[in-house]
């Protein structure tokens, strides 16, 4: 019997505790950081390190790899331009050890006279609690073609 594997949105689970705790030290700050970005905080640099990689393939204006720091927040105020400061992510869940990181959101954003709202899985590579390499993930790759065409 094939067993398909579930994802659930929200809400509390019997082994949602265990998750967020198993997430350790760099998956609490990382819930840190997207809660503080959704309150606008300043964004939280001892989260990145120093060199970075921030890899984006959505077909649009801001794909490429960015490299260090400045190039990262560069992207970022970028990012909030194209999208009127619209752009947001629900965490629904981070799953992390020492050396990965994926982090399970809905993306909404405008643009355009565009709108977009689609589960996403952001991965990450890290390093010594920082954050070195990261990769985006959408579960709907036309959508988000569409949205940045």
Request: charge should be neutral.
């Amino acid at each position: 019997m094939h067993r398909r594997n579930r994802i659930r949105h929200g809400g509390a689970s019997s082994g949602s505790a265990a998750r967020r705790s198993s997430a350790g030290p760099l998956g609490a700050c990382l819930r840190r950081a997207h809660t503080a970005r959704q309150a606008r905080s300043s964004s939280p640099t001892e989260l990145l390190a120093n060199d970075a990689v921030w890899h984006v393939q959505t077909g649009g204006p801001l794909d490429g790899d960015y490299h260090g720091r400045d190039q990262v927040f560069g992207f970022f105020g970028r990012l909030a331009e194209e999208t009127g400061s619209t752009f947001r992510l629900d965490v629904h869940d981070i799953l992390a050890n020492d050396e990965h990181t994926v982090v399970l959101a809905t993306l909404t954003a405008a643009r355009g006279g565009k709108s977009i709202e689609v589960p996403v899985a952001n991965i990450t590579h890290n390093r010594d609690g920082q954050v070195t390499e990261f990769w985006p993930a959408v579960t709907d790759p036309k959508a988000a073609l569409d949205f940045w065409a």
